[in-house]
């Protein structure tokens, strides 16, 4: 099982890029420039803005505190662990790639700009109610949030040019909330858990956990709203960005 855990994240990331990169080859091969480069400084700016932003906004806005495992299952850690780096290193690639990748590239082409960048926002948000099922409140609470983290990654793409820079924020967020282990029970399968006090689901964050909660709605849209003021005191305009091309 934790063998399992390890191999099929790559297995399933490399069949991911594998099939996207034949399909672009032989549907729109001009939009595909996807190759490696370090991510821009302003990407780091904003990655580091939303660490920031969001260890804040947990801090006043979601009450608890910070408990030891009360008995480490060192198996079950070793998997949490192996799961971990999945979110931050795999998860963010595949997701960039599908939504600021090739369905912003195509709503952009069709559409526009703003449609690109609100209907891949729209739909990353509702890719995650496909998470398991959901009593209406806490589906509501993925929608709005998905939407809004799905927003900034969006307008990271549009104003630095690159997926790299939407992988860099995305992976940093994911490696934040997977670390903190925020819930209402303590936890056995990380070295502590982030205890929540309250049962409000605005607070927790409902059956998807802390990161549809209300801490982290206010840091995407804020850091939504920093990443795009930087950009247009450089100048930057929508009717600039060209998001008709994956790179």
């Known amino acids: 099982m934790l063998l399992h855990d390890l191999y099929y994240p790559w297995v ?19 939009n595909w420039h996807f190759t ?14 939303l660490a920031v932003i969001w260890s804040l906004a ?11 495992a009360p008995a480490l299952n060192f198996f079950e850690f070793a ?8 979110a931050v290193l795999v998860t963010p690639l ?3 790639l599908a939504f600021r990748g090739v369905i912003l590239a195509r709503l952009s082409a069709n559409y526009g700009a703003r449609v690109g ?4 926002a729209l ?7 496909l998470n398991g099922r959901f009593q209406w409140q806490s589906a509501l609470l993925i929608l709005l949030a998905g939407t809004a983290i799905g927003l900034l990654l969006a307008l990271v793409r549009a104003t630095t040019g690159t997926l790299w820079a939407s992988y860099l924020v995305h992976a940093t967020f994911n490696g934040l909330t997977s670390l903190l282990m925020a819930q209402v029970t303590p936890a056995n399968d990380w070295p502590w858990t982030y205890l929540l006090t309250s049962h409000s689901l605005l607070l927790t964050g409902g059956e998807y956990g802390i990161n549809t909660a209300l801490a ?5 849209l804020l850091t939504a709203g920093l990443a795009f003021g930087r950009a247009k005191r450089h100048g930057w305009t929508l009717a600039q960005a060209e998001l008709t091309r994956i790179q």
């Not at 399933?12 to 001009?30: D, I, K, S």
């Not at 739909?123 to 109610?129: K, M, P």
């Not at 982290?216 to 995407?220: D, E, G, I, K, R």
Request: glycine share 10%; net charge positive; charged share 5%.
């Open 94 to 96: 595949i997701e960039e």
């Open 117 to 120: 960048l609100w209907g891949s």
């Open 58 to 68: 947990i801090w006043l806005l979601t009450p608890g505190h910070f408990i030891a």
């Open 12 to 30: 399933y990331l490399t069949v991911f890029y594998g099939l996207l990169t034949l399909l672009n080859r032989h549907c729109w091969p001009a």
């Open 216 to 220: 982290s709605l206010f840091t995407y």
């Open 123 to 129: 739909l990353f948000g509702a890719s995650h109610l």
């Open 79 to 86: 998997r949490t662990l192996a799961g971990f780096i999945t």
């Open 36 to 49: 490696w480069h370090f991510p821009p400084r302003a990407a780091w700016g904003i990655a580091g803005s």
